[in-house]
């Protein structure tokens, strides 16, 4: 069974100026008739704008109610497709759909309905405010959900982690031809290196110390490449072991231009082995070693943006991605495994932490969203070549203070400390942004 | 017991669902028992030997618009992989429901685990005097259709009895084919019980232009003969009319002459509940031959019509497979889209207004545009169009969810379509 690419609307940001559906009447029928476009834009009556379309149904109603046979899902494509030579223009089908997604064209006399262009929607490419986004997230599922798993079953995280899912999903996508360095942290904490002389990895894995990770692949990979064959080094790193002691051979590597695939996974702090502070943990963070009390109130100092230091290194790649954006990690993930190739490709994946951070197992992917919505983490990528660019910029940012409310290890932020970090935000942003801007 | 019993007995085939009936209400009553259980044995018996078609499609295969060999709503493959046994050409003949045993026309006896009742309408046939005599067409089944595109060519006059759906298409396809057509119906109006009088009178009249179709309403047929130029049929306060052909369009009732002895509950359809169920456990009845409640007053309506045959199929089968997300039948409504001379009409709802009901018209005659909106208590009743373009599945909605309108009423009024789809573009968010 497959996955569907779908366009998706989304109404707070339509401001009904209409230019879809004139470019849509314009791909479709060589008119500029809104009127006679498969995609209705409508003001609802309540203040904002609604979208009359063809939601290819999973389980269509204007399929059974058709007495012809004219109209089929397409199971390869999704698209619910119409067949004129076998329509007979008894409109019975338009009974059946409750979205007005395949009406009547009183200029063409017969029905019509949306097929999304064949898989590059004129109305998705015309419309300049985001409203509308043509979703190929189906890839996600039909391509990498095919690949093999090449981790063992029974990887012990933390109830509500997403680092399985990152990890799993990581070396799906990087495949079998992996040497794989999994530093101190969680990911080897959860058995992805092994126990009693068993891997617990379909590929070579091997655990670094803290300090060394870049180092040693770099070698591994050097090697790899005398003997003349292809593999990807990769590392499944934590914040800590690549922010702090790991930091000297993380640039070294980087700034000799390495070809390694280097993803650390920013859960703010050393969680695997007691919840300390790292240099990734954010100000005013409750941790084991920043505790709050008479004397401190959690975290003194700002989070060191690592992922921006790596841009200063030149990489080949470098991007920040969230569990709560997969359609953009995997883009992010493809690029990262294609950079790795010719040089040092980082990738920085914000990851909350359900255990370190206190907050319930279950709002795992909605902090991460929190996170991104209010600006606390910017998601970008960047190349030498065309620089940096923000990849889902956050115009509007919701307040942190929703983020921070969210988090027990927040719980105690005096007023003073909120603005710090609200400061903090702005000016974060400014400074990614300015990146942003600056010539490559 | 005798020994050839014992046998018949083990040899006996057993399904877990049972369809009598191979057309819309069929079909989905099979999709929906799909969807959730994969694995239980399914058997569909369908009376035609042929794959399963629409008896809606039939006047475009016999006015040519549809090939015959493409009109099949699934194909052999289908059947296979939804591990379906598709039996053609065999009608359910008896239902045992105590031994839970279906018997077709050729001897067979199947065992079920639960059986739907999908076996549609046929054609009536009105007691006429002589009637038994003359020779006539129905357009029921495709081989109905084939043979009357066959008259096509060489009929002059063709006489259409009835002036329903069938008939209707029927005597466009007559019209377009060459032939002068005689419409009769008993009634005052063409297509009653879809559109009211005025509306009525605006398609004749396309008919009658259009098609130079001649229509007596009002009319009944006393007696019937074959006379040398063809039939003739004698009507009450007029001259004869004389045909070389006769299609009979004067309605259909359900096929329920298996039922004797089953203890079924019948009215003139099978009723059901709100799940489609029978009054027997273990039987379902859908479609055309169910007999379910109103969505207006709730007394229990025959609606044959295929939009209402697909939601009582899958609501059938949603029930029969123990669907858990199944919503009850919400009642029916009698609605739908007629094409014809290259015009459009809609009708959704009821078009009795109950007392008190606002009824709003626009009307022009001249430009063959006709709408009418009935509101009862700021909720949608019913609405009629003619080359007014409406999104009739969007009225359906608007009707059964009682949809407030008043916040929108002059707006919907207007411009009905733009409304209707701004509301409900509102009402899925």
Known sequence: MAAYNTIAFHADRCDGCGDCMTACARAKTASDSPRRARLQVLADGAGSFGLAMCRQCADPECVPNCPAAALRKNTETGIIEWDQAKCVNCLLCTVGCSYAGIVLDEVAGHVVKCDQCGGDPACVRTCGNGALEYLSTARIYNEVGALEDLFVPGLAGCQGCNTELLMRHTLRRVGPDTVLAAPPGCVPGMGAVGYNGMTGTKVPVFHPLLTNTAAMLAGVKRVYKRKGREVTALALAGDGGAADVGFQSLSGAAERGEEMLFLVIDNEGYMNTGMQRSSCTPYGAWTTTTPVGRESLGKSQDAKNLPLLMVGHRCAYVATASTAFMTDFYAKLDNALQASKRGFAYLHVYSPCTTGWRFPPRKNIEVARKAVESNFVVLWEYTPEAGLKLTHPVDDPAPVKEYLEALGKYRHLTSEQIAHIEHHIVANVAAVKQQASAQP | ?429
């Not at chain 2, 005597?171 to 559109?195: C, D, H, M, W």
């Not at chain 2, 259909?252 to 027997?280: H, N």
């Not at chain 2, 379902?284 to 009582?312: K, T």
Request: proline residues 5%; aromatic residues 6%.
């Open chain 2, 1 to 429: 017991m005798l020994k050839s019993e014992i046998t018949q007995i083990m040899v006996m085939e057993r399904t877990d669902y049972l369809i009598a009936g191979a057309s819309h209400a069929a079909l989905a009553a099979m999709h929906a028992i799909r969807l959730v259980d994969a694995d239980g044995s399914l058997t569909v018996v369908g009376r035609d030997r042929k794959l399963p078609y629409s008896p809606t499609a039939l006047p475009y295969v016999v006015s040519g618009r549809s090939d015959s060999n493409l009109v099949f709503l699934r194909d052999d493959a289908y059947f296979a992989l939804a591990r379906t046994s598709y039996r053609c050409g065999h009608a359910l003949v008896r239902v045992e429901p105590a031994n839970r045993i279906a018997e077709l026309d050729d001897g067979s006896r199947l065992q079920f685990g639960k059986l739907l009742l999908a076996t549609g309408a046929r054609p009536v046939i009105p007691s006429i005097p002589g009637f038994e005599a003359v020779p006539y067409h129905v357009l029921r089944t495709l081989d109905d259709a084939l043979r009357l595109r066959a008259e096509l060519p060489r009929t002059r006059h063709a006489i259409v009895l009835g002036a329903g759906l069938i008939g209707m298409h029927a005597a466009e396809n007559l019209s377009k084919s060459g032939a002068r057509v005689t419409i009769i119906e008993l009634q005052g109006q063409v297509l009653p019980g879809y559109f009211d009088a005025e509306a009525a009178a605006i398609i004749a009249g396309a008919f009658e232009r259009d098609g130079h179709v001649t229509i007596h309403t009002d009319t009944r047929v006393i007696a019937a003969e074959a006379g040398p130029q063809g039939v003739v049929l004698r009507l009450q306060g007029g001259p004869p009319v004389t045909g070389d052909l006769l299609l009979v369009g004067a309605g259909v009732a359900p096929v329920v002459d298996f039922l004797s002895g089953s203890g079924i509950r019948c009215d003139r359809g099978i009723l059901v509940d709100a799940s489609m169920r029978t009054s027997v456990e273990g039987i379902w009845a859908a479609g055309d031959v169910a007999q379910a409640a109103s969505f207006y007053d709730a007394r229990p309506v025959l609606n044959g019509i295929l939009p209402n045959a697909v939601e009582q199929g899958r609501i059938a089968g949603m029930d029969m497979a123990g669907d858990r997300t199944l919503q009850g039948y919400r009642g029916a409504v009698p609605l739908n889209t007629y094409s014809y001379f290259g015009r459009h009409a809609v009708s959704v709802g009821s078009a009795t207004a109950p007392p008190g009901a606002e009824i709003i018209v626009r009307s022009d005659a001249d430009a063959e545009r006709y709408l009418k909106i009935i509101l009862d208590e700021g909720r949608l009743h019913g609405i009629f169009a003619i080359n007014t373009p409406l999104d009739a599945g969007v009225m359906w909605q608007l009707v059964r969810r009682r949809t407030d309108l008043t916040p929108l009423r002059d707006r919907f009024l207007a411009q009905p379509r733009e409304a209707g789809r701004a509301l409900m573009s509102r009402l899925w968010r």
